[in-house]
């Protein structure tokens, strides 16, 4: 069983390992995504991530797939109060659908429960930043929604360190819900985002942090070697901007720990980010029972100095 990390100061205790919803309803249908849930649940995981948006972008979708899929899950599931379900609001779903006013939060939340058959979300995160709306303004809607008791927790994904710092002073000034957790793009592929300014802004104020893009589209799985191995690749566009000396030199240090550990590359670039001292959980995300089983295994993984040492310098 995964042994449970706090997550910031949210309340919250979450397994190492977060499932991510993105592929629910797009490279996973529903009866994939049952199993793997079941299978997560049992492995003793406990936070499933989703959005609004999923999959938006994937053809004759429109966004509320993934948590629609949830939904159903949970339903038949029957055990709420034993998962941490967290969505995401503010993403383009089209031009009108998105941002972060006050209004559309308000709706959107209501659609959200609907589709996750739930009638509270554990925690609502603003999904990226909406320069157009002031900061005060997403904080009042998710203020009202904290105390009609609709969301227990806030937190921010994609936002800058700036407006991060500057949501966080609102909320402190005003007496409004904090947000808890950060879910920033971060992985050994890429590092300086994250590392330049959020990391010591998320340590000095104690957020749980979430990662996505742990694997980085699949490119640290090690399948992705050459532009031959991306072709007919769902995320090829993705994966193809790594395929550079230092993406391989990654690659290569990966390798090394790997065959030290007789472990897959995909536990050890996951095993990496739970080693990290600001990460509370990456997420990631299975499309077959066989891919998950293979990420919970990495939860099992305790990577030492040196092996650390090898992966930060072949990412620096």
Known sequence: MMIKRQLGNSGFAVAP??????????????????????????????????????????????????????????????????????????????????GLAKPYILAEVEASLRRLATDYIDLYQSHIDDPTTPVQETLEAHAQLVKQGKVRVIGASNFGAPRLKESLETSKRLGYPSYRTLQPLYNLVERKPYEAELEALCLSEGLGVISYFSLASGFLTGKYRSEQDIV???????????????????????????????????????????????????????????????????TELRLDSEAMEALNTASA
């Open 17 to 98: 390992l977060v499932l991510g919803g993105n592929v629910f309803g797009w490279t996973a249908d529903e009866a994939t995504a049952f199993s793997i849930l079941d299978a997560f649940v049992d492995a003793g995981g406990n936070m499933i991530d989703t959005a609004d948006a999923y999959s938006v972008w994937a053809p004759g979708n429109q966004g509320g797939e993934s948590e629609t899929i949830i939904g159903k899950w949970l339903k038949r599931f029957g055990r709420r109060d034993d998962v941490i379900i967290a969505t995401k609001v503010g993403w383009e779903l089209d031009p009108i659908r998105r």
């Open 232 to 298: 007919g690749h769902a995320r090829a566009g993705e994966v193809e901007k790594h395929l550079t000396s230092r993406g391989l030199r990654i690659l290569g240090a990966l390798d090394g720990v790997a065959h030290r550990y007789g472990a897959k590359p995909s536990q050890v670039a996951l095993a990496w980010l739970m080693a990290r001292p600001s990460i509370t959980a990456p997420i990631s995300s299975a499309t077959s029972l066989a891919q998950l089983m293979e990420l919970v295994a990495a």
